[in-house]
């Protein structure tokens, strides 16, 4: 069952912390890394001018995914999170879909991400982007070690551009976007 997080019980948002930062381990280095900042970071996107839902199943929040403002009718996904013992399920496509349903709803014409790869996960980590054929780069992406791109990709998102360096020297961030409405 979807539920919306911005009118969750304390219960629900405590479990979207839990699941941000253990998740956040696998992807990030300076993000999350204590439950405290978890939760400010649940707290700041259940605000209600935004979009956050979570999957719950058998009373316990399995996802989280949220959406924020960024243009008139373009929102940024962030973030979407899926508890470690439920991933590759499709649990994060269900959440797609279901924010995708909610945005829809509201008019929004694009969903932007920033996908970053601070952990050397694909053939762009590592290089001078800016010294480099940028879109030769992109086009011939290529993921090494299970970076979350080609999910993105499975879901309908393409990559619109790259900010080098955006999380340190050699560590881009790598922004996908999706025309949903």
Avoid at 128 to 133: A, E, V
């Amino acid at each position: 069952m979807f539920i919306d997080l911005s009118k969750a019980s304390k219960k629900y948002r405590k479990q979207a912390a839990v699941i941000l930062f253990e998740a956040s381990k696998t992807i990030t280095l300076d993000s999350w890394t204590t439950i405290k900042s978890a939760e400010k970071e649940v707290k700041e996107c259940c605000n209600k001018k935004f979009i956050s839902c979570g999957l719950v199943e058998n009373n316990e929040l399995i996802g989280w995914v949220g959406l924020r403002p960024m243009y008139n009718y373009t929102w940024e996904l962030h973030p979407l999170m899926v508890k470690q013992a439920h991933q590759g399920k499709g649990i994060g496509s269900k959440l797609l879909d279901e924010v995708e349903s909610i945005a829809k709803g509201k008019n929004i014409l694009n969903i932007i991400l920033g996908t970053d790869d601070e952990l050397g996960q694909t053939s762009l980590s590592g290089k001078d982007l800016y010294k480099s054929d940028l879109f030769n780069e992109i086009k011939n992406i290529s993921n090494l070690n299970n970076h979350p791109f080609e999910f993105y990709q499975k879901n309908g998102y393409r990559i619109v551009g790259v900010i080098p360096d955006a999380s340190g020297k050699g560590k881009p961030d790598i922004i996908m976007g999706k025309r949903i409405g």
